[in-house]
């Protein structure tokens, strides 16, 4: 009897899957590192409120005191959490100095958790600090594009996993 045999295209999608991301995602970035701060802000202001927070707002600016949004999210016990966001356009990685500077706003702020949000990555030392404080996490570039994409903020997965525009695939 004879067998049919049909080539196996899962694997070269993934891969090329992979390859467009990977492109897309430091796109992504690039773009941005050339838009505005305030819009920047106002892109992590979208992305909670995309992630269920309520009550954000989008401070930002001089004298914002570290904190560039805030935003509350109610926990599975219908409780208030009490975020607040820094957001870090940088190119160079984010150091130590700015986790315990948002430590320090978390405590002044009385907030329950601290975000910092970047275009770039954390050293080792940030995520060493970082890694002693349960009520901070930390966002880099990848992670924010990925979470973007999740929650269809600016760009979205399509069919095959790939990053869109959003209205694109």
């Known amino acids: 009897a004879a067998e049919l045999v049909l080539p196996d295209l899962a694997r070269q999608l993934d891969r090329m899957v992979q390859h467009h991301n990977a492109l897309a995602k430091q796109r992504i970035v690039d773009w941005l590192m050339r838009i ?19 009550d954000v707002q989008v ?31 940088h190119a160079r990685s984010i150091g130590r100095r700015t986790v315990d500077e948002m430590i320090g706003v978390l405590e002044r702020n009385r907030a329950d958790h601290g975000i910092i949000v970047t275009t770039s990555d954390f050293s080792k030392a940030a995520l060493a600090a970082a890694a002693s404080q349960p009520r901070l996490r930390l966002v880099d570039g990848a ?15 399509g069919r095959h996993g790939e990053i869109v525009t959003v209205g694109a695939g």
């Open 36 to 54: 505005e701060p305030s819009e920047l802000e106002h892109l992590v202001g979208r992305l909670l409120t995309a992630m269920g927070a309520c």
């Open 59 to 89: 401070i930002g600016g001089p004298g914002d005191g570290g904190v560039d949004v805030r935003a509350s999210q109610l926990d599975r016990w219908g409780h208030t959490v009490r975020n607040v966001v820094q957001v870090k356009r």
């Open 143 to 157: 992670q924010f594009v990925e979470l973007l994409a999740e929650h269809g903020v600016v760009v979205q997965h």
